[in-house]
């Protein structure tokens, strides 16, 4: 379980993937591969989240070819084993699609890292902060590559409700990376 959280706690990391290149001629957008610049964001939040403490024990990825290319250069910066699951419904999903799949999760995980894509992330996140954040947008555009971090205070995933969540963090690569 990742540390700066209590146990009765569940933590929600949301990562938007990093950025990505363009399709190929005639090729799809689900398979359009990370950027120079994505993949070296991608290890950036990788170290960011090391050094916060902040190790999922499940993701939830969109299984398009960059978010799996993102969770591939993150997880080699964390010392962690999580539960993968590359869900097709995750894939463009909007927000209520990305916070049913949250609320589906097991509930001795503490710590669940989604992986998908806009506007369906800042969506969920904007629909997530609670305390101490009001109807201002605290995330912008919600770049690509960008991490934001909530804590809940309940013991179950599916009693995670829009407007409870508390803020913890929100980084941009280009917070930590000034070439990323």
């Known amino acids: 379980m990742s540390a700066g959280y209590e146990e ?8 938007r993937h990093a950025k990505s290149g363009l399709a190929q001629q005639g090729g799809d957008d689900f398979d359009r591969p990370l950027s120079p610049r994505g993949r070296r964001a991608a290890p950036a939040i990788g170290r960011h989240m090391s050094s916060l403490g902040y190790r999922p024990d499940i993701v939830l990825c969109s299984p398009a070819v960059r978010t799996r290319q993102t969770w591939d250069l993150v997880r080699a910066e964390l ?32 710590c669940v890292l989604v992986i998908a894509h806009n506007p369906g992330i800042l969506t969920l996140a904007l629909g997530l902060v ?7 947008n605290p995330f912008g555009k919600y770049p690509t590559g960008a991490l934001t971090v909530f804590d809940f205070d309940c013991d179950r995933w599916e009693d995670i409700r829009p407007g409870e969540g508390q803020l913890v963090d929100y980084t941009r690569p280009k917070d930590i990376d000034s070439n990323a």
């Open 130 to 136: 609670g305390r101490g954040v009001k109807s201002a």
């Open 8 to 15: 009765a706690m569940k933590r929600l990391l949301i990562l």
């Open 79 to 110: 010392d962690v084993a999580p539960i993968e699951e590359f869900r097709s419904e995750l894939y463009l999903a909007e927000a209520k699609t990305l916070l049913d799949a949250i609320r589906r999760c097991e509930d001795r995980s503490g």
